[in-house]
C-alpha cells in the first residue's frame, strides 16, 4: 500500500527564500567563471581591534560569524598573499557596520611595490562586489577614509583569479545510466551521487554563500523556479564547483508563485505558456556548465487536492501529470544532455507519472521523517525508474505529534541532527535506485519555519549544519561544534499569565567549552500567525533557568533558548507555552448573566457574536459590534454587589479610548474608569463601587474593524 508523503509548509517554500544580505553587483559571466582563490590563504593588517579580530578571519569562509577590525585611524590596509602570482578577475569586500568609505583595492608580486586595480570613492557598507583586471600574488584593501569614528571591519575578503585548486564541475553530459535496480547517475560518464541542498538566500548572493557549501561536502544546489535571476546562482556555482537542479513552477504546487488552480483537462492557454516559458530557460541555460537537470513542477499532484475532488480531481491528476510529460519531451527535444525529472511529496502520485509520463528520466520526492519508507513504497510499487529525494530532513510540523497545548511538538536540535543523518543513510541505503538528495533546507531566515528548516538562521550554524556536513565528507574533524541544549521544560507550560513570568530552564553546554551567550525569543505562530520571532524580556536566575515575562496576548506561544558560541554557532530548543489571563481574586459575578450590546455581528469570520459571549467563561468565543463609533456593551450583575475588578479580554478588534461606566438602575450612569490609550490583549482595572449594572461606553477603535470582546469580567 502507498504511504503519504505530504508537503512541506508553504513557510518552508515561502518565507525561507529571503535573504537580508544584499549584492551590489552581480557577477557577470566572464568573472563568475573564475574561481575563489583567497580562502585559507595567509592575511595581515596594518591593525587589529583586540582579541579574535584578527586579518586571518577575513579569509576563514565564515561570511556572518568571524571579522578582522582594524584600530580608528587612517589610513588602514588587510593584505591577503595568494602563495603565487593570479589573473585577478573579482574581490567582493563583505563589510560589518565599520566599512570604508574610501579605499582601493591594490595587487603587488612582491608585496611593496603596489598597482591600484579599484578606486572605492562613496562606499556605503553592505557588499562590494568589485570586478577587477590585473595580476600579482599580493591584494590589499587601502582604506583611506571612514564614515564614523570606529575603524575598518570585514567579515570576508574574497578575491577570484585564474589561479587556484578549486575542481571544476565535471564536464560533458548528464546521464541517468544503467538498469533496473542498478541505475546510476553520470556526469561527463563519471559517477555522480547528488549531494546536495536546497537553496534558499537570494540568487545574487550566492557568491557569498558557495565556498561554504563547497566547505561542507555539497555538490548540487535546487532551485524551485528558473528565470533570469537564476545566473548568479549558476555562475557561483560554476566557479565553486558545483551543480544546479533547475526546478520550474506549476500550479497548484507548494511554494511561492506556484499557488492558483490550473485546468489542466481545458485550460490549453496555460499550458502552452508554460510550455513556452519552460523551453526559453532551457534555451538559455543547457549549455551553462552549472545545470545538472531539470525538475518540472513541485508538489502538484498532491496539491490538486486543494482544487478538485472526485471524478474531477482523478481526471485532473491524469491530466497534470501529461502535461509533465508533454513538457519533459519539449526540453529533450532542446537538450538531450541534461536529465528531466518531476518532484511531488506523495509517493502515490508515482502511478500517474508511471502511466502518463513515461519521457521523464527519473522521479523526484519530498520526503521528511518519513523519508525510510519511500524505498518500501518503491519497491511495493513496482517503478521502473530510478529517484532523488528533493527534500528531507527532520519530521516536519504535519508529521509529528501535537504536544500538551495542543500545537504540534517541534523535534530538539539533537533530534533534528539525528533526523539528517537518518535520511541520507536511509536515502544511500537504496543502492542502484536512489541517485542521492537535496536535503532541506540552506536558509538563513531566523523565523518560526526557519528554526525548524534552516541549517544556518541568521546565519548561525546548527547541530544539523553539521550533520549534513559529516553525511556528505565523512566526518567532522577540526570543526567547532554547536552549543547543545537538552531537557528543556517550561513552568507553567499550560497557564502562564499574561504579562507576568514564567519559567524556562534546560541543560546547556557547548562541546569545546565556548563561553556562551543565551537569549529568549517568542513566537506567536499559533497564537496570532505571526511568525516572527521576537526578542523576549527574561532574566537569568543561574544554572540554566531563566524568568520570562509573557505576551499580554492569550493563546498558545513558543519559547525559544538559543544559545551562541561566539564561533558562529548556535543552539535553538523550543516549547509552547499556553498564555491565559491572570487570576483575579474573587467571584466573576458577570458569569452568565444578562449582557446587551449596542450592535452585534450576525455573520462574519466566526460569527455570529452576539453580547452574551463576553460573559460566558470562554476565551475562545467573542461579543463583535459593528465597525463604527461609538458603541456599548452591558451587564445586569441582577443585583447591587461590591464590584472590585475589572478584567477585559480583547480580541484583536480592540478599543483604544472608551470609559468604564456603573449605573443602579440601568439608566443613570456615572462613569468610574477613562482610558484613551488602550493598546488590546488584556485590561485589569481595579474599581471600589458597589452597582447592578456595568457599562463599556467604546469611543475609539485601535483598528479598522469593529469592538470585540472574548471576555468581559467582573469580580465581585
Known amino acids: 500500500m502507498l504511504s503519504l508523503r505530504r508537503p512541506a509548509l508553504t513557510l518552508t517554500l ?6 537580508s544580505l544584499t549584492l551590489i553587483a552581480a557577477p557577470t559571466e566572464a568573472r563568475a567563471a573564475d574561481p575563489l582563490i583567497s580562502q585559507g590563504k595567509t592575511a595581515t593588517a596594518s591593525s587589529n581591534e583586540g582579541d579574535g579580530l584578527s586579518a586571518a578571519q577575513v579569509v576563514d569562509g565564515d561570511l556572518t560569524g568571524t571579522r578582522w577590525s582594524s584600530q580608528w585611524s ?44 579599484k578606486k572605492v570613492t562613496d562606499g556605503d557598507g553592505g557588499t562590494d562586489d568589485l570586478a577587477l583586471t590585473g595580476s600579482g600574488r599580493y591584494v590589499r584593501m587601502l582604506g583611506t577614509a571612514r564614515p564614523g569614528g570606529y575603524g575598518y571591519s570585514l567579515w570576508e575578503f574574497q578575491i577570484y583569479g585564474s589561479q587556484g585548486t578549486i575542481d571544476p564541475p565535471p564536464g560533458g553530459a548528464v546521464n541517468v545510466t544503467g538498469g533496473q535496480g542498478a541505475w546510476q547517475l553520470t556526469v561527463g560518464g563519471q559517477p555522480y551521487t547528488v549531494k546536495g541542498l536546497t537553496w534558499g ?20 544546489v535546487r532551485t524551485w523556479g528558473t528565470d533570469a535571476s537564476t545566473k548568479p546562482l549558476l555562475d557561483a556555482a560554476a566557479a565553486n564547483g558545483l551543480r544546479v537542479m533547475n526546478g520550474f513552477w506549476l500550479q497548484p504546487g507548494g511554494g511561492p508563485g506556484s499557488g492558483g488552480c490550473a485546468n489542466y483537462v481545458t485550460d490549453t492557454g496555460y499550458k502552452s505558456t508554460m510550455l513556452t516559458e519552460i523551453a526559453k530557460w532551457v534555451e538559455t541555460y543547457k549549455n551553462h556548465p552549472a545545470t545538472l537537470m531539470w525538475n518540472v513542477g513541485n508538489e ?74 519511500v524505498q518500501q513504497d518503491w519497491e511495493e510499487g513496482g517503478y521502473t525508474k530510478p529517484y532523488i529525494i528533493t527534500e528531507s530532513g527532520p519530521a516536519g ?35 542502484g535506485v ?70 524556562v530552564r534546560a541543560d546547556i553546554h557547548d562541546p569545546e567549552g565556548d563561553r556562551l551567550t543565551n537569549k529568549i525569543f517568542l513566537s506567536g505562530n499559533y497564537a496570532n500567525g505571526d511568525k516572527r520571532l521576537v526578542p523576549a524580556q527574561f532574566r537569568s536566575t543561574g544554572n540554566g533557568t531563566f524568568a520570562v515575562a509573557a505576551p499580554e496576548k492569550l493563546g498558545v506561544w513558543k519559547v525559544y533558548i538559543q544559545s551562541e ?121 481595579a474599581l471600589t463601587e458597589t452597582a447592578r449594572h456595568v457599562r463599556l461606553q467604546l469611543t475609539a477603535r485601535g483598528t479598522g474593524w469593529g469592538y470585540s470582546l472574548h471576555e468581559f469580567g467582573v469580580y465581585s
Open 300 to 373: 502538484s499532484v498532491l496539491g490538486l487536492q486543494n482544487c478538485y475532488s472526485g471524478a474531477e480531481l482523478e481526471a485532473q491528476r491524469n491530466a497534470y501529470t501529461t502535461f509533465v510529460n508533454d513538457a519533459a519531451k519539449k526540453i529533450h527535444s532542446i537538450d538531450a544532455d541534461h536529465p528531466v525529472t518531476s518532484t511531488d511529496a506523495w509517493t502515490g502520485a508515482w502511478p500517474y507519472y508511471k502511466r502518463n509520463a513515461p519521457d521523464l528520466d527519473l522521479y523526484s520526492m519530498n520526503a521528511y521523517g518519513d523519508t525510510c519508507g
Open 201 to 220: 538566500p537570494s540568487m545574487a548572493d550566492a557568491p557569498k554563500y558557495m565556498p561554504d557549501l563547497t566547505s561542507m561536502g555539497v555538490n548540487t
Open 565 to 685: 558560541d561566539g564561533k558562529g554557532n548556535a543552539g535553538i530548543e523550543t516549547k509552547s507555552v499556553k498564555v491565559v489571563a491572570p487570576p483575579v481574586t474573587g467571584t466573576n459575578v458577570a458569569l452568565g448573566k444578562a449582557t446587551t450590546a449596542s450592535s452585534s455581528q450576525a455573520s462574519y469570520g466566526d460569527c455570529p457574536c452576539p453580547p452574551e459571549r463576553a460573559t460566558d467563561g470562554k476565551t475562545d468565543t467573542r461579543w463583535a459590534s459593528d465597525w463604527s463609533d461609538p458603541q456599548w456593551i452591558s451587564v445586569d450583575l441582577g443585583a447591587r454587589v461590591p464590584v472590585r475588578t475589572l478584567q477585559l479580554v480583547w480580541d484583536p478588534a480592540y478599543a483604544k479610548s472608551y470609559q468604564v461606566q456603573v449605573s443602579d438602575d440601568g439608566n443613570v450612569w456615572r462613569t468610574v474608569h477613562t482610558t484613551t490609550t488602550g493598546n488590546g490583549d488584556i485590561d485589569t482595572i
Open 74 to 117: 587612517d589610513p588602514q590596509w588587510i593584505r591577503i598573499d595568494l602563495g603565487e602570482r593570479a589573473n585577478l578577475s573579482r574581490a567582493v569586500l563583505t563589510w560589518e557596520s565599520a566599512y570604508g568609505k574610501a579605499y582601493e583595492i591594490q595587487a603587488s608580486d612582491n608585496g611593496t611595490d603596489w598597482t591600484t586595480l
Open 397 to 431: 510540523e504535519w508529521e509529528v505529534p501535537d504536544d500538551a497545548n495542543g500545537v504540534p511538538d517541534e523535534p530538539t536540535d539533537v533530534q533534528k541532527r539525528d533526523g539528517y543523518t537518518k535520511a541520507w543513510d536511509c536515502i544511500t541505503g537504496h543502492q
Open 14 to 19: 515561502g518565507a525561507l527564500f529571503a535573504s
Open 434 to 503: 536512489s541517485l542521492g538528495a537535496t536535503l532541506f533546507h540552506y536558509g538563513l531566515e531566523h523565523d518560526f519555519g526557519g528554526v525548524w528548516f534552516n541549517l544556518l538562521p541568521d546565519g548561525l550554524k546548527r547541530l544539523s549544519y553539521y550533520a549534513v556536513k559529516k553525511a556528505y565528507t565523512g566526518s567532522n574533524a577540526g570543526d567547532n561544534l554547536p552549543p547543545v541544549i537538552t531537557d528543556m521544560t517550561v513552568t507553567p507550560a499550560g497557564s502562564a499569565p499574561a504579562g507576568k513570568e514564567f519559567t
